[in-house]
Each structure stands twice: as C-alpha cells, then as structure tokens.
Nanobody, 118 residues
Framework: QVQLVESGGGLVQPGGSLRLSCAASGIIFSIKATGWYRQAPGKQRELVAGITSGGSTNYADSVKGRFTISRDNAKNTVYLQMNSLKPEDTAVYYC????????????WGQGTQVTVSS
C-alpha cells in the first residue's frame, strides 16, 4: 500500500507565497506522472499542475507564471511553490500520483487547505 501525505497549506495574505509538499511512502518502485489538483467549495476538482517522471510540466492557465511544480525522485516527494497568491486560489489542494509498486495504481492524498485572504 502507498500513502501520499501533503503538508504546507495554511492562511496567507494576497500576494503571499506557500510551498506545498507531498511525500509518498510504502512499496514504491517508481512514480510515473504526479500532480496537484484543487477543489474550491461548490466547484469541481481541477488540475493545477502536473509533472512527468522525465520532468515535463504542465499548468492550468490560471496559475502559469505564479506556481512551479517540482519533484525529488530520491525522496518520492513532489512540491508546489505558489507565489503571488490570489483569493481565487483558495481551495483544498490534493496530491495525485501514478505509482508503480506492487502493481500500478493511482493514489490521492488527503488534501491540505490553502486560504488566501486579508
């Protein structure tokens, strides 16, 4: 079994920054694509940023130029650096990973709240 544990969420003022982390643990041979999603109240979950095992990245238009996704394969950890935060970035942020362990399976973290407010 694999677990994804997110950390780094919290309350920040508009224009501020936060760095989210997602650490994977368990029987892991490799992590294929991984990414961050978010879900605001009353809205559908949406992809924020993704990164492949080779390091290719993609971003939602709403966060391009402000957010940066990265990964440390040795630590089985993915990060999301969020700068110039806006109130509309307020949401629960979830980590997702396509993991090759005992079999191959898609996993989700429990989510971490990000609130951008003055």
């Amino acid at each position: 079994q694999v677990q994804l544990v997110e950390s780094g969420g919290g309350l920040v003022q508009p224009g501020g920054s936060l760095r989210l982390s997602c650490a994977a643990s368990g029987i892991i041979f490799s992590i294929k694509a991984t990414g961050w999603y978010r879900q605001a109240p009353g809205k559908q979950r949406e992809l924020v940023a993704g990164i492949t095992s080779g390091g290719s990245t993609n971003y939602a238009d709403s966060v391009k130029g402000r957010f940066t996704i990265s990964r440390d394969n040795a630590k089985n950890t993915v990060y999301l650096q969020m700068n110039s935060l806006k109130p509309e970035d307020t949401a629960v942020y979830y980590c997702n990973a396509d993991v090759l362990g005992i079999g191959r399976k898609d996993y989700w973290g429990q989510g971490t709240q990000v609130t951008v407010s003055s």
